[in-house]
């Protein structure tokens, strides 16, 4: 029965699937963010998170940190840009 599949899922992956989804929706927007040009209403909406709100807060709950900051890392973060980069 449903019950005890989701026993069974939590004890296999230690995570409910419901929390299990929205581990695995936060990493697929993440690399979305990485690897594309969408804004964050278009990862969301892509991922099944909704909105740009509701993928901020679940992204930083798993995270810790914005998901603008990929893109948009702070100054500080940002390697320094070695002699041999032609870019």
């Avoid at 989804?21 to 909406?45: C, F, G, P």
Wanted: overall charge positive; hydrophobic content about 30%; aromatic content about 10%.
């Amino acid at each position: 029965d449903r019950t005890y599949l989701f026993r069974l899922f939590k004890r296999f992956s230690n995570l409910s699937p419901q929390a299990y989804l929205k581990k695995y929706r936060i990493q697929q927007a993440k690399r979305l963010l990485r690897e594309s040009n969408l804004t964050l209403d278009q990862v969301a909406a892509s991922t099944g998170l909704g909105n740009a709100a509701h993928l901020s807060k679940a992204f930083r709950e798993i995270y810790g940190y914005a998901p603008g900051e990929i893109r948009h890392p702070k100054e500080d973060e940002i390697p320094p840009i070695s002699p041999d980069d032609k870019n």
